[in-house]
């Protein structure tokens, strides 16, 4: 067989193979499994959430946690995570010293509360705190002026709550915002409301 004969044949060969390969994959179902090359634990035994166990006792695979564990982000102590005082009668009536601590000092937590004002807080309530946004110019309902005679009047806790719960068209900013964060923010709006005071 000549040279020219052979790469004729290996040429015929490999275009029979592609012709067969393509008419193999026409995205028609099979009852046959699957073909995995690298199975990656693909069929590992493992539970379905809410299913049933026969392994432990109650039945549950889905176990509790452990008794007085909390989450990494939370913090244990209900005034600094929920700023509200532990025994559930009210709010925080101000920003609890450990966490101006963290942010280290009364200043720094002031300029981190500023630049986290400017970016979660500006769309809505302007750079002054007077509820008249770009969100509201462009018709949004407006929120209460932060510099407001009953805002001012609220515990520092249930200005901290209110930005993590979010109130109305208020969105919920607890897992936008970490507990530190939008503790800064209450020292920063309270500073706003002081530099805003000589003006009404």
């Not at 990494?72 to 509200?84: L, Q, W």
């Not at 509201?136 to 510099?147: C, F, H, N």
């Not at 709550?161 to 900013?173: E, L």
């Amino acid at each position: 067989m000549s040279h020219l004969n052979v790469t004729k044949l290996i040429l015929t060969l490999v275009t029979l193979g592609l012709a067969v390969a393509a008419t193999a994959c026409r995205g028609e179902t099979s009852a046959e499994t699957p073909i995995l090359l690298e199975r990656n634990m693909f069929q590992q035994q493992r539970y379905n959430p809410q299913a049933r166990s026969n392994f432990f006792a109650d039945g549950r695979s889905m176990r509790k946690p452990v008794e007085h564990t909390f989450a990494r982000e939370m913090d244990p102590s209900s005034e600094i995570s929920n700023g509200e005082i532990g025994n559930g009668t009210g709010y925080v009536l101000s920003v609890p010293t450990e966490v101006v601590s963290q942010l280290g000092g009364m200043g720094k937590a002031v300029d981190r509360g500023e630049q986290r004002y400017n970016i979660y807080c500006v769309p809505c309530h302007d750079r002054a705190g007077s509820g008249q946004g770009t969100a509201v110019k462009r018709g949004m309902a407006a929120p209460p002026s932060l510099i407001d005679e009953r805002v001012r009047h609220m515990p520092d806790g249930q200005l901290f709550a209110t930005i993590g719960r979010g109130v109305r068209n208020m969105p919920a900013y607890n897992y936008s915002i970490p507990v530190s964060d939008r503790w800064a923010i209450v020292t920063y709006v309270r500073a706003l409301e002081i530099s805003q005071a000589g003006e009404q």
